[in-house]
């Protein structure tokens, strides 16, 4: 079994829905918890970190952190078209001199 | 200024042969590590340079090595490449007690 499980999807959804995307993980070392946007055939694309429990805003992205539940998520409010790509969650035990562990990635499209 | 940088973009080699990609990190960044993404995966952490040394290694075997210069910059070399290692490889960077960042990637295809 993975260290870190994500939602497949793919994710279809209307322009201006609300998106929901979700991960879980077992290690309860994990303390940084990362999401990455990646266009396709490009590199990923930093969007949000949080450290420990707790929810962090950035316009219209929220991610939450629940470490009981070892439960992460990234909601994105009024979804634009441009907002279609994959989405991918990572975590580490140390933010820095520490591997990444990833998720195999969301495909959410955003319809006109 | 500009962010992290790999060359080349495109690698085409056959089984049995080596390669070496490259890595230029972000300006302060003094950590490189390489990750490899198979098609419809995640990246997978191949391993971490700081100072030079290596300083972590995922589950990779030793076809896999890098090297980092006194600058920063690094390369990853893959010897007696076998089908399965067609990926995307990525370069990321970090500057000391921060989160990393992405280069674009070199998208390698062994024949």
């Known amino acids: 079994q993975k260290e870190v499980e994500q939602d497949p999807g793919p994710l279809s959804v209307p322009e201006g829905a609300i998106v929901s995307l979700n991960c879980t993980y077992s290690?309860?070392?994990?303390?940084?918890f990362m999401w990455y946007r990646q266009y396709s055939r490009k590199g990923p694309e930093l969007l949000m970190y949080?450290?420990?429990?707790g929810n962090k805003e950035d316009g219209r992205f929220t991610a939450q952190v629940d470490k009981s539940s070892k439960y992460i998520s990234l909601f994105i409010r009024d979804s634009q078209p441009s907002d279609s790509a994959t989405y991918l969650c990572a975590m580490s035990a140390i933010i820095h001199a520490g591997k990444s562990t990833f998720g195999d990635g969301t495909t959410l499209t955003v319809k006109p | 200024d500009a962010g992290v940088t790999q060359s080349p973009t495109h690698l085409i080699k056959t089984r049995g042969q080596q390669v070496t990609l490259r890595c230029s990190p972000k300006s302060g960044h003094d950590t490189v590590s390489w990750y490899q993404q198979a098609l419809g995966q995640g990246p997978q952490f191949i391993f971490q340079y700081y100072e030079e040394e290596e300083r972590q290694r995922g589950n990779f075997p030793d076809r896999f090595s890098g090297h980092q210069f006194p600058n920063y910059s690094s390369e990853l070399n893959v010897n007696a490449l076998l089908l399965g290692d067609s990926a995307l490889y990525l370069c990321a960077s970090s500057p000391l007690a921060d989160t990393q960042y992405f280069g674009p990637g070199t998208r390698l295809t062994v024949l």
């Open positions: 290690n309860s070392a994990f303390q940084y």
């Open positions: 949080t450290y420990s429990s």
